[in-house]
């Protein structure tokens, strides 16, 4: 089993910055993806940028050049920097951890409120 929890979410004014962070614990070594999701009211789960063990990124088209995803394997943490924040980003985030039996793990979730 692994276990995630996400702190640093929040209220910003648009154009404004946060940094989420989520730590991991538990069967931390079978880890093999971490990412980061978001889920707005009304709307589906999205995905929003990923991190391999060997430090490959991946973000979605919405949040380029915007959100950075970068882990610190010694906390065994991911964070995502979020800069020029819009009221589209607003939305629960939840961290997501990938196994190597292909397992799904989820964090609780943080609220971000982007404010116009």
């Known amino acids: 089993q692994v276990q995630l929890v996400e702190s640093g979410g929040g209220l910003v004014q648009a154009g404004g910055s946060l940094r989420l962070s989520c730590a991991a614990s538990?069967?931390?070594?079978?880890?093999?993806?971490m990412g980061w999701y978001r889920q707005a009211p009304g709307k589906q789960r999205e995905f929003v940028a990923s991190i391999t063990n060997g430090g490959s990124t991946n973000y979605a088209d919405s949040v380029k050049g915007r959100f950075t995803i970068s882990r610190d394997n010694t906390k065994n943490t991911v964070y995502v920097q979020m800069n020029s924040l819009k009221p589209e980003d607003t939305a629960a985030y939840y961290c997501n951890a990938h196994d190597v039996g292909s397992f799904n793990y989820w964090g609780q979730g943080t609220q971000v409120t982007v404010s116009s």
């Open positions: 538990g069967r931390v070594f079978s880890i093999v993806v």
